[in-house]
């Protein structure tokens, strides 16, 4: 078996669970987060200092790498693995989510997708069949299905969706020729927790090797997510790995792993990065606060990554006012270690049985951004990223 | 004495010369080139990745810094090495250049400038004893004198600001406190031998411990700048080094060797490399050229960079296209380390007595940018550089 998920240790007073993920690139230890290259790089760094941070597993994107350099270009380079220069395991998302959004014109039918590229206007076609197909000449370890999103809110529209991303989950099933990467099914059914078991149930009964539970963090209250996540969790296989897909706030990680999560990829970490805000102990601050500017000192006391070891918040404020593009680097390296290092202290918690304690410990002093902050912050993000 | 430099060995059939240049914060075997931090930072690398590339001196620029973040800044920091964590070498130009290209509405009277910033409107004024003064704070190993740049171009015009800097040098020596750094002398005189070479004889005649040639490669033609500056070094101490400011091609760096240059600094292989223009053996190549989105082999056939061993053509065609921040920092490794190497070699050569066979087989192969687009390029750059 290329694949093989076991759950290790489980927490007794939560749904938490450390496990491990075996693939053909290497062993994964979870609870786990992966960093997101949609466009084949983790914006700013080298594989190596991927590896350095203890980064286990990256996250590629088939839409983003299908348009930009084509299949046909990393398929020559000998698959994504090389093209990118990562010998470790690499989960591809198929993209469902970043066609909706991203792409005009979209047009769906039963068999697949018509939209028009957010690159340069030109005109394509995908079906589940052919999202399989990119995906096995990307050679990921791990594939997603082709879901769709809802178009609107109500629960007929969102229980349309669902029911296709069903059928295209089969359809993605029945296509899939590489016997040596691990397809995961979907779960859909938007904040309707009705619909998520019923998503829940259906897929599991395709038997898939993993389960990704989508459309959340998509503007919703923390409330609804987690209660959504509850719903869905419970029907689904405890021998598989689940993949929450889009959290990435520590807060969130911790609330999430705590409910049966395994796997959780995010750009946030990288994206908060880049506006210069770091991720510390007592929350997010952001080092271009004027208040930094003379700080003769690490920019997270206690912290041990290169950037907190080696420069000072001084230094690095300077940098995010001059706009060097070594701000935008040394921040990410920061906020990538601080997450990368909260996922292996929860999995050292749930190993000793200590997970409950670490977790109320952490969010103690864990000044977490406002709910109303949080919230238009997101909808401003996402209003950004459609193309009208 | 905390500065010393020697002359190892000269070339029998040109001017070149191999020495070595000690200074408080190590040793740096010559002839050198500096890459370019006049804002703290070599754009987009640590100094750990400096180390590495070979790096053994680093520029910055008193008037960037003085300006941001501010000299009391980096002085609380415990001067500029803690502040960019570079314990090597550091050479601060003045920024009289600088000064005189970026800011806006400069007056310049005998007494110094009044100028207003770039950034953010402020007014200011600087004087040859400032500069030296702020220089002093920052802690650089080698400082520079505050020298005028001429405004016009007749004789007279350049005469004029040529004397200025002659007086100025004077008061910049007079200021000096701190015993520990260098401070080199700059001569002007644009392109008049006869200015060039009173300028080398009054700063030869006032015993500074190392001489640098302003005012060249601002837009006259490569014949130009080559007569002149042998004009120039024909009357600077032999047995002190030699810096040409802002000097950087490949083609330049060692027909200006020939001539018996041993400092340069340019942030000409930074900058280029931020558009895609990778140095080679054949000349420079830009990688976002359409050939390249196949290349499944190294930018730089037999280039041993970490960029070149560890990635495709086609992967760093892909990042420029998309225009991602990795895209900068691998071409910008791999042009240092071009840059780096070619010094080692042509040193290397001097001493086994091959420099002429060495310059001539470099040369034969490579493909100089023309001398029409070079003029073009560097006057464009120059008058985007002018605030008006």
Known sequence: MFHRFEVVKTCPQTKARAGVLTTPHGIVPTPVFLPVGSQGTIKTLTPDELKYLGVTILLGNAYHLYLRPGIEVIEQSGGLHRFISWDGPILTDSGGYQLFSLASLCRVSEQGVVFTSHIDGSEHFLTPELMIQLQERLGSDIMMTFDQCPYGETVTEVREAMERTHRWAQRCQRSQQRKDQALYGIVQGGIFPQLRQESAKLLASLGFPGYAI?????????QVMLTILAETTAYLPEDKPRYLMGVGSPEDLLECVALGIDIFDSALPTRIARNGALLTPQGRVNIRNSCWRMQDRAPDWGCNCYTCRTFSAAYLHHLFKCEELLAYRLATIHNLHFIIRLMEQI??????????????????????????????????????????
């Open 214 to 222: 989508g459309g959340l963090s998509l503007g919703e209250t923390k």
């Open 347 to 388: 999995r050292e918690a749930i190993l000793s049985g200590t997970f409950t304690s670490f977790k109320d410990e952490f969010l103690a002093p864990y000044h977490s951004t406002s709910e109303e902050v949080r919230l238009t912050q997101k909808r401003k993000w996402l209003a950004s990223r459609s193309i009208t």
